[in-house]
T-cell receptor, first 113, second 114 residues
Framework: KAGVTQTPRYLIKTRGQQVTLSCSPI?????VSWYQQTPGQGLQFLFEYFSETQRNKGNFPGRFSGRQFSNSRSEMNVSTLELGDSALYLC????????????FGQGTRLTVV | AQTVTQSQPEMSVQEAETVTLSCTYD???????LFWYKQPPSRQMILVIR??????QNATENRFSVNFQKAAKSFSLKISDSQLGDTAMYFC???????????FGKGTKLSVKP
């Protein structure tokens, strides 16, 4: 069974640009969550999608948005990039129930210059 | 709000010895779950062990076990017979029944020395 796949693995963008990250969950998993990991703030929750609907949202500005498609694949978009958006972005998939185990992808390393 | 605190930024242990990583948490939930995740240099977050708060028995997974003290809101991880491959960042996390997101601690960097 394939694991959680995140693309791309590495990305370099310029301030002011926008970026889209992709996450393909484990087959059959309907929940996809996104986390931002930085040395200073640690791991912070961005949002969760379940069956194409945003189910939960963290405390991030509106520049961060996401969506989920009918095949459960999810995309995360960050507009008007700032230097502080440089981070490792991790995606986690779960079967569906809130208390089921989360499986993580290898992340996308975003560098904003 | 839920919080998770790991007070040991870095630890080291000799190969084959035992090490314990500390974690405390705070939650108002009655039904919650606690986890330890390992993040090696490859960056992929791997679940090490999971504990349901309503279960009094401490969870164990091979060389990994937890000491869950519900009243004290403490959830420590014990690694027995440490191996070089255990070198990684370890994150303690909680998941509340009413929320679907994990709350992570800041992590403990564990180095296993030969």
């Amino acid at each position: 069974k394939a694991g959680v796949t995140q693309t791309p693995r590495y990305l370099i963008k310029t301030r002011g640009q926008q970026v889209t990250l992709s996450c393909s969950p484990i087959s059959g998993h309907r929940s996809v969550s996104w986390y931002q990991q930085t040395p200073g703030q640690g791991l912070q929750f961005l949002f969760e999608y379940f069956s194409e609907t945003q189910r939960n949202k963290g405390n991030f500005p509106g520049r961060f948005s996401g969506r989920q498609f009918s095949n459960s694949r999810s995309e995360m978009n960050v507009s008007t990039l700032e230097l502080g958006d440089s981070a490792l972005y991790l995606c986690a998939s779960r079967l569906g129930g809130r208390n089921t185990e989360a499986f993580f992808g290898q992340g996308t390393r975003l560098t904003v210059v | 709000a839920q919080t998770v605190t790991q007070s040991q930024p870095e630890m080291s242990v000799q190969e084959a010895e035992t090490v314990t990583l500390s974690c405390t948490y705070d939650t108002s939930e009655n039904n919650y779950y606690l986890f330890w995740y390992k993040q090696p240099p490859s960056r992929q977050m791997i679940l090490v062990i999971r504990q349901e708060a309503y279960k009094q028995q401490n969870a164990t997974e091979n060389r990994f076990s937890v000491n869950f003290q519900k009243a004290a809101k403490s959830f420590s991880l014990k690694i027995s017979d440490s191996q070089l491959g255990d070198t990684a960042m370890y994150f303690c996390a909680s998941l509340g029944g009413s929320q679907g997101n994990l709350i992570f601690g800041k992590g403990t960097k564990l180095s296993v020395k030969p």
